[in-house]
């Protein structure tokens, strides 16, 4: 390769010079030789015009034969200049310096004498003076023959020497093209070893690993690069199935916990039907039987016996109330529900009914904002708003009458529910501890419960896909448009800046124009 491209700087200089060559010769040949001998020519026609008008008016001695003469003079002046202007030689310049000398030796010796003849007078000669007149003119001539054919011998040397050049240059241009050829040709031999053979492979490597086989390795070959870049790829490969196998292994993992997760949810589905029918059954049994004892002995126990009758009772009433609650806690998310369209106006005016008598004893005055329509489980949101209803009346306080007020903003495709009430109110920092399962803050003879009710509410708005907290920013979103909603009673006056409790929880919102997975029937 370097010994090709010195031949071509090689060849490139020649072409050059020979380019320069040619034109010199081209400019001497168009520039000097061709006029040169033009010149000559004319300076020769010049000469023979002034003979021809002597010879003339020798003849019939008029003046009007001597124009061709006097035109020939000038003629002969201009040429004369223009033949020392393009003289380049030695040669050259002893040509025209002859052909001057005798053309002023004829005119001195003949041609001037007749010209000076009075017209109308016969033109005396002697015959040696025609004699030398005659030999001085031929003597001219053979001068004037001498400078044109040196001349012309000249400008034939530099037409050959042009051809000469010429084919000379055809000769290195043409060793040019085949070299240039014959280097592409080599380069393309060598960029498809080099580098396009190895890149096909490097190519055809990554494929195979691409169509997954990721153990097949990946060899770089061909310059130092492009085996840089086959290391790099073949590292890179080596990630990826080290990647893939931890993948592949974490997968499995995976499936090896789905189906132990399955398995347990299947004993935890038999362990609820056992709570639900064979546990609940001893403990039916044991309050039936304590009762009927108490009923048939009444009267022969003392009241430390009857309250020992009532200590099983009220155990094994709580007993059975902490199963339906756990298993209430349970089935929240593990077992099939079908997610509907919710309408929240007619949830909450269920939950009011069912609620009806501990609102009458409590005398509780429930109010809402309009509630919207989504979509979630019917049956989960009814337990939701009973949960949350029903703790706001049980802790609603002795000094006044118990407000509860459910407000609802739209915030960025969710809906944000705040419940407020004007109960006893739960210190801050219970506000993670009182959504933990069996997590108490006041006695049972205090409050009755198993400490599973809002444990159970942050269940349900989890599976909803929402979060439930205490107490948290005040509301400060564009109230809900009740344009579409049905309206419920408003509290002129709620309870939002009074002692109490607020819990937020929030529900993804039912896209406008958008089906729920499964409408109502």
């Avoid at 060849?11 to 000097?32: F, I, Y």
């Amino acid at each position: 390769m370097a010994s090709s491209l010195l031949v071509l700087a090689l060849l490139a200089v020649t072409g050059a010079l020979v380019l320069n060559r040619m034109t010199t010769l081209s400019d001497h040949l168009v520039d000097h030789s061709s006029p040169a001998l033009t010149a000559a020519i004319r300076l020769e026609t010049a000469l023979v015009n002034q003979e021809t008008g002597i010879r003339g008016y020798g003849v019939v001695s008029n003046r009007v034969f001597l124009e061709p003469y006097r035109l020939g003079l000038v003629q002969q002046r201009q040429a004369e200049r223009q033949l020392r202007a393009l003289a380049g030689d030695r040669t050259s310049e002893d040509d025209l310096l002859l052909v001057r000398e005798r053309a002023r030796a004829w005119q001195r010796g003949f041609a001037a004498e007749v010209a000076a003849t009075p017209a109308g007078q016969p033109v005396v000669t002697t015959e040696e003076g025609a004699r030398a007149g005659k030999a001085a003119f031929d003597e001219l001539r053979r001068a004037l023959t001498a400078q044109q054919r040196h001349l012309q011998i000249s400008r034939d040397d530099n037409r050959e020497a042009l051809r000469a050049a010429t084919s000379l240059r055809n000769g290195v241009f043409g060793a040019i093209a085949l070299l240039v050829v014959a280097l592409a040709l080599l380069v393309s031999v060598a960029l498809r070893r080099a580098v396009t053979g190895p890149l096909e492979r490097l190519s055809a490597d990554a494929r195979d690993v691409a169509g997954g086989d990721f153990s097949h390795p990946i060899v770089g070959s061909g310059p130092a690069d492009l085996r840089a870049l086959g290391q790099d790829v073949e590292a890179m490969r080596r990630r990826l199935a080290e990647e893939l196998t931890h993948s592949e292994q974490a997968r499995t993992r995976l499936d090896e916990q789905a189906a132990e997760l399955r398995r347990s949810n299947t004993e935890l589905e038999q362990f609820a039907y056992v709570a639900s029918h064979d546990l609940q059954e001893p403990l039916r049994k044991v309050t039936a039987f304590c009762q009927l004892l108490e009923r048939r002995y009444g009267g022969s126990l003392d009241d430390q016996a009857r309250q020992y009758i009532g200590f099983a009772v009220d155990g094994a009433s709580r007993m059975q109330t902490l199963i339906s609650d756990l298993l209430e806690f349970s089935r929240v998310g593990r077992l099939d529900h079908e997610h509907t369209s919710v309408d929240l106006e007619a949830v909450f005016a269920d939950t009011a009914e069912a609620l009806s008598l501990a609102v009458a004893e409590s005398g509780a005055h429930l109010t809402h904002d309009p509630l919207p329509t989504l979509t979630g489980d019917r049956t989960q949101l009814g337990m939701l708003l009973h949960n949350l209803l029903s703790n706001a009346i049980k802790f609603r306080s002795p000094d006044r009458p118990c407000r509860v007020h459910l407000a609802v903003r739209r915030e960025e495709g969710m809906w944000r529910f705040t419940l407020a009430d004007n109960g006893i109110g739960i210190e801050p920092q219970y506000a993670e501890r009182v959504f933990v399962i069996f997590q108490r803050l006041h006695t049972r003879q205090a409050y009755p419960g198993n400490g599973i009710g809002l444990a159970l509410c942050k269940k349900i708005v989890e599976f909803h896909g929402g979060v439930i907290a205490l107490d948290p920013a005040p509301l400060d979103a564009e109230p809900l448009d009740p344009g579409p909603l049905a309206t419920g009673p408003l509290d002129p006056d709620p309870p939002a800046t009074e002692p109490g409790t607020r819990i937020t929880f929030t529900l993804p919102a039912t896209p406008a124009g958008t089906t729920p997975a499964n409408p109502p029937g």
